[in-house]
């Protein structure tokens, strides 16, 4: 696979929460990461909560580097959507992120590609950045489909275009590898992330940002971030542990 040479990246590693968290916890995690973020060195390092606590992370984060953002917004700017939670909404809340098309969300869901497309149009109409998910199922890799499938999955967001491609980020996350402590060989990644970033810079972007994320740890991110086309990391289980996501951002940096 032919590398896209292209300028160097800040490094981002991001925590997703998922539906996970207290008052009373997030506080303390909050305190030890605002304590610990500079063991990231120049690595950005941001958390997407729940919607309940994006008013406890902005005050808790608001003096400090890290940023915040959410794990999903409405494809409607307002209205008669009840449960729904649009990019404006976020952006009051000083969301800098949000992720759009997670697995979980895909597969629970029934998020499409071209839906998730939207989102991330509407996030970004709202100056948010959002974070694609893309990622291939076991069954689909074991069927040598894992290319064709996130290639589908990437194709209605390429066509929002060069100048919305360098505004958000893409997250590479193999279904199989997330939350089974199972993670994809630094080759295995590198492999679909060349394919990413070729994509992109087919497609007058080969600048955007592309993170791994499925079961990354302290001891398996360094090996991870050693390749030259894995930007950062989206990091689930291990990112409710100061510590350990610390850590993980100081193996980046
Ligand atoms: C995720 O939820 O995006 C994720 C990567 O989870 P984990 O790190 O727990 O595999």
């Not at 300028?7 to 304590?35: C, F, I, Y």
């Not at 063991?39 to 729940?50: C, Y």
Request: charged letters at 15%; aromatic letters at 4%.
């Amino acid at each position: 696979m032919s590398q896209v040479h292209s300028q160097p990246r800040t490094r981002l590693v991001m925590g997703n929460w998922k539906m996970h968290g207290s008052l009373a916890e997030n506080a303390a995690l909050l305190a030890d990461l605002a304590a610990g973020q500079g063991r990231g060195g120049a690595t950005e390092l941001a958390v997407t909560v729940p919607f309940p606590y994006l008013a406890q992370v902005r005050e808790a984060l608001a003096d400090t580097p890290l940023s915040w953002g959410a794990q999903d917004v409405s494809v409607h700017e307002r209205g008669a959507y009840t449960g729904e939670v649009s990019a404006a909404m976020l952006a009051d809340f000083g969301c800098t992120w949000v992720l759009c098309g997670h697995s979980e969300r895909r597969a629970l869901h029934g998020e499409s590609s071209a839906l998730v497309a939207a989102k991330a149009a509407a996030a970004l109409a709202a100056g948010l950045t959002p974070v694609v998910c893309v990622g291939e199922t076991l069954s689909d890799r074991d069927a040598g489909d894992a290319e064709c499938v996130i290639g589908d999955q990437l194709e209605p967001v390429l066509a929002l275009g060069a100048e919305a491609l360098s505004r958000l980020v893409i997250a590479y996350e193999p279904v199989w590898a997330i939350g089974t402590g199972r993670t994809a060989s630094p080759e295995q990644a590198q492999a679909i992330h060349a394919l990413i970033r070729a994509a992109l810079g087919k497609s007058g972007a080969a600048n955007t940002r592309v993170l791994y994320g499925g079961s990354v740890k302290a001891t398996n991110a360094a090996a991870l971030f050693a390749q030259p086309d894995i930007d950062g990391a989206l990091v689930g289980g291990a990112s409710l542990v100061a510590e350990e996501f610390l850590n993980i951002a100081a193996a980046v940096a």
